[in-house]
Antibody
Framework: QVQLQESGPGLLKPSETLSLTCTVSGGSMRSYYWSWLRQTPGQGLEWIGDISFGGRTNYNPSLKSRVAISVDMSKTLLTLRLSSVTAADTALYYC????????????WGQGTLVTVSS | DIVMTQSPDSLAVSLGERATINCKSSQSVLYNSNNKNYLAWYQQKPGQPPKLLIYWASIRESGVPARFSGSGSGTDFTLTISSLQAEDVAVYYCQQYFNTPLAFGPGTRVEIK
């Protein structure tokens, strides 16, 4: 059974860089794309971007200038970096696995809450 | 970008009755070459991540009760709960994966009347 677990700092100040990791267990990271998503009461569910096992990335244009997603297959780690955060980046952040035949999500982490406040 | 909308925002249904949720995409998510609709449905309960219910618009995920069904094509889709159970109280989201950026609808809250 594939399991994903997000981790990272829960509180950031405006202008800082958010860095989150997602540990994948119970399955290989190869042959899949892996996504970061976030959820806020106001904006709902938002796809941030994804990365293939080979390192190919796709980003949401709304965040593209500030986002970097990377993957370390040997450590089964997925990483999200979001620069110059503001209060609008306060959200519950999820990692998830894109299914092999389409970019829908069967496996999700439990999510990690990130608050941006001075 | 494809924009997803849902209706209603919320609905209250009696136990055992039918619940119907609508989802509309701003452009077709039907890929003509394979005749597949790139549309998924999720259920989210408080404190939990979304749970995949339906993919390819109408294929039920393994383990999902048969009372959940998805239908529609092109730009208009429906999630139906044929006989609402207490454990179905949740927020339901549709998601298009026809192209990037992947996008979700705003959600429909289902409650017991």
């Amino acid at each position: 059974q594939v399991q994903l677990q997000e981790s990272g700092p829960g509180l950031l100040k405006p202008s800082e860089t958010l860095s989150l990791t997602c540990t994948v267990s119970g399955g290989s990271m190869r042959s899949y794309y892996w996504s970061w998503l976030r959820q806020t009461p106001g904006q709902g569910l938002e796809w941030i971007g994804d990365i293939s096992f080979g390192g190919r990335t796709n980003y949401n244009p709304s965040l593209k200038s500030r986002v970097a997603i990377s993957v370390d297959m040997s450590k089964t780690l997925l990483t999200l970096r979001l620069s110059s955060v503001t209060a609008a980046d306060t959200a519950l952040y999820y990692c998830a696995r894109n299914e092999g035949d389409g970019d829908y999500f069967e496996y999700w982490g439990q999510g990690t809450l990130v608050t941006v406040s001075s | 970008d494809i924009v997803m909308t849902q209706s209603p925002d919320s609905l209250a249904v009696s136990l055992g009755e039918r619940a119907t949720i609508n989802c509309k995409s701003s452009q077709s998510v039907l890929y003509n070459s394979n005749n597949k609709n790139y549309l998924a449905w999720y259920q989210q309960k408080p404190g939990q991540p979304p749970k995949l219910l339906i993919y390819w618009a109408s294929i039920r995920e393994s383990g999902v009760p048969a009372r959940f069904s998805g239908s529609g094509s092109g730009t208009d889709f429906t999630l139906t709960i044929s006989s609402l159970q207490a454990e179905d109280v949740a927020v339901y989201y549709c998601q298009q994966y026809f192209n990037t950026p992947l996008a979700f609808g705003p959600g429909t809250r289902v409650e017991i009347k």
